[in-house]
Nanobody, 122 residues
């Protein structure tokens, strides 16, 4: 049974930083691309970052490029999202997902966790 557990969210002031973690179990983690998504109230869930199973390639949505960094530790079955220079518009529930294919298409990902809330105050 695949399980993804996100953590690290919280309340932060604009300009601050947070580091999210997503721990995976029930899959051979090193064989999967991983993605970070977010969903703001009233909006659809969007893919904001993805990383190849090897960590050799990454994808970022334009809204976070240059501010967020995705990384992974295959030995710990964990993917991270370092978020810097946070803005109020980054406020959302953040989720991780897995994919058998490294892709920038959100629909290719599955196995969502429960999400972690990130709130950025102005």
């Amino acid at each position: 049974q695949v399980q993804l557990v996100e953590s690290g969210g919280g309340l932060v002031q604009a300009g601050g930083s947070l580091r999210l973690s997503c721990a995976a179990s029930g899959i051979t983690f090193r064989n999967y691309a991983m993605g970070w998504f977010r969903q703001a109230p009233g909006k659809e869930r969007e893919l904001i970052a993805a990383i190849h199973w090897s960590g050799s390639s990454t994808y970022y949505a334009g809204s976070v490029k240059g501010r967020f960094t995705i990384s992974r530790d295959n030995a710990k079955n964990t993917v991270y999202l370092q978020m810097n220079s946070l803005k109020p518009e980054d406020t959302a529930v953040y989720y991780c997902g897995s994919s058998t294919t490294y892709t920038g298409r959100g629909n290719d990902y599955e196995n969502w966790g429960q999400g972690t809330q990130v709130t950025v105050s102005s």
